[in-house]
């Protein structure tokens, strides 16, 4: 009996494979709404949900593509509150830096593609980014209120 999982079942399939399973386990499967019968029509749409899937994989490549053009071109600044000596009264976030980026470029990214570090002094930062394919950083400057 052909099935397609509906739900990561561990050791036996993930989500969305298509497998060929003994009728009994196939049945007690379909019964608990773990997976579904692979019909034509089944397969179908679990062909349109991959095609979407890798259209906006794509397209986050593009779009982060496009922000690393961008954000060489333009300055960063974050204002925040900091003592005479240059140390802030509270450690700059990845939010409020991704905000002010989104501010800049008009492109919104994840928050787990950056990585601040612990941002608690006036000055210029190198900001990196965790991506596999582009092992570029930038820099922004953070300046006292």
């Known amino acids: 009996m052909k099935i397609v999982f509906i739900k990561d079942i561990p050791k036996v399939g993930q989500r969305g494979q298509v497998k060929d399973v003994a009728p009994g ?14 019909t034509p029509n089944v397969l179908a749409v679990l062909e349109v949900k991959r095609k979407k899937e890798e259209y906006k994989k794509k397209m986050i490549k593009e779009n982060f593509k496009l922000f690393l053009k961008k954000i060489n071109e333009i300055d960063i600044v974050i204002k925040a509150k900091a003592n005479e000596k240059g140390h802030l009264f509270k450690a700059v976030s990845k939010e409020e830096i991704l905000k002010e980026l989104f501010i800049k470029t008009g492109i919104e990214i994840d928050t787990n593609i950056i990585d601040v ?29």
């Open 25 to 38: 386990y196939g049945n007690s499967l379909l019964f608990r709404g773990l997976a579904d019968r692979a």
């Open 117 to 145: 570090g612990h941002i608690k002094n006036i000055g210029e930062h190198a900001i990196k980014f965790l991506d596999k394919e582009n092992k570029e950083e930038f820099k922004i400057k953070i300046e006292a209120i």
